[in-house]
């Protein structure tokens, strides 16, 4: 095994020491970005436009390149001079995809379309001293200009109005005609009319009513490039959630609309206007606040209940937990008191076997030593009898020892399972209790630490109980704390207490030793754990303490930290008639 592991290792390093092969032309060619050649109208600002300079700007064209950066391929923008030049270049496959086209059913026949980065108003334009109109219904009979294949001329045309419609290529022209005197009125998209009209400085030229409809407006495709159209979806939406797509808007959207004079129409129906606003306002903040009180107090009832119904669920949890632990310690129990009864039988049979077979090795040991001196070494159990002279006591003794331990763990599962059987209606004196435990562990005290202290506090409460079962708690803990000390100069300090509020007797033992981790504070209690399984302990000296306490109506706590030791808390209620005032 250990060679064809070090085999593999030799092959990969030699592998990896090999000099990288060079691309293949075809590999050379995929690993460089696709181009995508997106087209676009050079005047139609604020959205797509060229620049001073000659290059293209707009909130579109910053947004192209944008989903281009976090998408990662390149982009090749191309502006034509005549929107319908554009249309027929998507159409003849000379670009890739429109960054700037409104939607409409009809032109999803032939495009796809990508969600909208803009909506897209459109207003009616008309000379200075025009009859004031306010719908597409009084432009009839009217010589109306729009942008040539532009969406409300794809509409006039839908929609079969009796108008005259007369194209332009592109919003500038259309504005320039309506100003030379030429036709009667213009429909264009208001942000690009009133950015030219500002921009060019176009004179006797104003909005007559704005509004009168709105486009989506965004990205398109042939059919079947869909997979162009994806990438820059997703794009947009990750410009979105990084706030680079906010921040376009801002640059280039925001403030676009330019103040435009009041029309006649709306000096005329000023006062009507504020008034109706005055009102309409008034009623809001009425009705705001009546909205604001009923809110509140609804949302002071719902965060009641919201806590109500987490105490309810945390109640059950805990009831839940509880039955669960007791239908475990109940079948553990019938488990552990068989299992106790099966072990020790065979075990006391070994107890009770090894000095008789001592005796006998012992009675056998003259003639086997000479027999090996006057005839030599000889074989004995597979070794030599010149080693198992001696090391058969040791085995002898160990195994009496084994049998020993069996016995003691067999002995704990028995008080294990017998958990209830004590009688628990004595009073008892806890400062006698810790007394007596202390006179039993006296030796190992000594042996542990040099420095151990106890103080009792006196006319302490007496509490109802069994005293030997309450003593066998007690003597755990503080061999528990002997076993912990890392040292001799390292303390244990045991102390009785009586706390008024809860009425209750306090028993603390606490240690400067090894400490117990944070993970396994909780499962202190739980049988057959332990943390001593090398030196012999069988993790059930705390679950055994942990029940009797429980018995007596009390609670034992844990408190430690790493490396500075731990303090066990018991808490047992003080009998009725010995509380203290």
């Known amino acids: 095994m250990r060679t064809m592991i070090s085999t593999g290792v030799f092959l990969c390093l030699f592998l990896a020491a090999l000099p990288p092969l060079p691309l293949s032309d075809a590999a050379e060619k995929s690993s460089q970005k696709h181009v995508v050649i997106v087209g676009g109208n050079s005047a139609y600002p604020p959205y797509e436009f060229v620049d001073k300079d000659g290059k293209p700007a707009g909130f579109a064209v910053e947004l192209t390149r944008a989903i281009a950066e976090v998408m990662d391929f390149e982009v090749r923008i191309k502006l034509g001079s005549s929107w319908n030049d554009m249309r027929k270049a998507l159409d003849r496959e000379e670009i890739d995809i429109l960054q700037g086209i409104s939607y409409s059913e009809e032109r999803e026949r032939t495009l796809s379309f990508a969600a909208p980065h803009s909506f897209v108003s459109h207003s009616i334009f008309a000379r200075k001293g025009a009859k004031v109109v306010h719908s597409l219904d009084e432009l009839r009979g009217k010589e109306v200009i729009l942008l040539g294949r532009g969406i409300m001329h794809d509409l006039f045309e839908q929609a079969g109005l009796p108008l005259h419609p007369v194209p332009a290529p592109t919003v500038a022209d259309a504005l320039r005609m309506l100003a030379s005197g030429k036709h009667d009125y213009a429909v264009l998209a208001t942000l690009p009319g009133l950015f030219l009209m500002r921009e060019l400085d176009i004179q006797g030229v104003e909005l007559a009513a704005r509004g009168i409809d709105t486009k989506k407006y965004g990205y398109a495709v042939r059919k079947g490039n869909e997979a162009i159209l994806e990438q820059f979806n997703h794009g947009m939406s990750i410009l979105k959630h990084t706030g680079r797509y906010k921040e376009l808007q801002d640059k280039w959207l925001a403030e676009a609309e330019v103040e435009v004079a009041p029309t006649p129409w709306l000096y005329r129906h000023r006062f009507?206007?504020?008034?109706?606003?005055?009102?309409?306002?008034?009623?809001?903040?009425?009705?705001?606040?009546?909205?604001?009180?009923?809110?509140?107090?609804?949302?002071?009832?719902?965060?009641?209940?919201?806590?109500?119904?987490?105490?309810?669920?945390?109640?059950?949890?805990?009831?839940?937990?509880?039955?669960?632990?007791?239908?475990?310690?109940?079948?553990?129990?019938?488990?552990?008191?068989?299992?106790?009864?099966?072990?020790?039988?065979?075990?006391?049979?070994?107890?009770?076997?090894?000095?008789?077979?001592?005796?006998?090795?012992?009675?056998?040991?003259?003639?086997?030593?000479?027999?090996?001196?006057?005839?030599?070494?000889?074989?004995?159990?597979?070794?030599?009898?010149?080693?198992?002279?001696?090391?058969?006591?040791?085995?002898?003794?160990?195994?009496?020892?084994?049998?020993?331990?069996?016995?003691?763990?067999?002995?704990?599962?028995?008080?294990?399972?017998?958990?209830?059987?004590?009688?628990?209606?004595?009073?008892?004196?806890?400062?006698?209790?810790?007394?007596?435990?202390?006179?039993?562990?006296?030796?190992?005290?000594?042996?542990?630490?040099?420095?151990?202290?106890?103080?009792?506090?006196?006319?302490?409460?007496?509490?109802?109980?069994?005293?030997?079962?309450?003593?066998?708690?007690?003597?755990?803990?503080?061999?528990?704390?002997?076993?912990?000390?890392?040292?001799?100069?390292?303390?244990?300090?045991?102390?009785?207490?009586?706390?008024?509020?809860?009425?209750?007797?306090?028993?603390?033992?606490?240690?400067?030793?090894?400490?117990?981790?944070?993970?396994?504070?909780?499962?202190?209690?739980?049988?057959?754990?332990?943390?001593?399984?090398?030196?012999?302990?069988?993790?059930?000296?705390?679950?055994?303490?942990?029940?009797?306490?429980?018995?007596?109506?009390?609670?034992?706590?844990?408190?430690?930290?790493?490396?500075?030791?731990?303090?066990?808390?018991?808490?047992?209620?003080?009998?009725?008639?010995?509380?203290?005032?």
């Open 272 to 581: 009507i206007v504020v008034a109706v606003l005055f009102l309409g306002l008034s009623a809001s903040v009425v009705w705001s606040a009546s909205l604001k009180r009923q809110v509140e107090i609804r949302t002071a009832a719902l965060e009641h209940e919201v806590e109500e119904r987490k105490r309810a669920a945390e109640a059950l949890k805990q009831h839940q937990q509880q039955l669960v632990q007791a239908d475990k310690m109940a079948a553990l129990g019938v488990l552990v008191s068989g299992m106790a009864h099966e072990i020790n039988n065979p075990n006391g049979l070994i107890l009770l076997n090894l000095p008789t077979v001592a005796e006998a090795v012992k009675d056998i040991e003259p003639v086997l030593e000479r027999h090996y001196h006057e005839h030599g070494d000889f074989k004995m159990g597979g070794l030599p009898y010149s080693q198992m002279r001696t090391e058969i006591p040791h085995l002898l003794n160990e195994m009496q020892d084994a049998a020993r331990h069996i016995r003691h763990i067999v002995d704990d599962l028995r008080q294990f399972s017998r958990r209830t059987d004590a009688r628990h209606d004595e009073l008892v004196d806890v400062n006698e209790v810790v007394r007596t435990s202390m006179r039993l562990v006296d030796n190992a005290l000594r042996k542990a630490t040099t420095r151990y202290t106890v103080h009792y506090m006196g006319n302490l409460p007496k509490v109802r109980g069994n005293f030997q079962r309450l003593e066998q708690v007690v003597v755990n803990l503080i061999l528990n704390a002997c076993q912990a000390l890392p040292d001799t100069g390292k303390g244990i300090f045991v102390s009785t207490h009586y706390r008024h509020d809860s009425r209750s007797v306090i028993i603390q033992v606490e240690d400067e030793g090894v400490g117990i981790p944070p993970e396994h504070l909780s499962r202190l209690t739980d049988p057959f754990f332990t943390t001593k399984r090398e030196s012999g302990g069988t993790g059930l000296g705390l679950s055994i303490s942990d029940g009797i306490i429980s018995e007596h109506g009390g609670i034992m706590e844990f408190e430690s930290v790493p490396g500075r030791g731990t303090t066990v808390i018991i808490t047992l209620p003080a009998a009725v008639g010995e509380m203290k005032a």
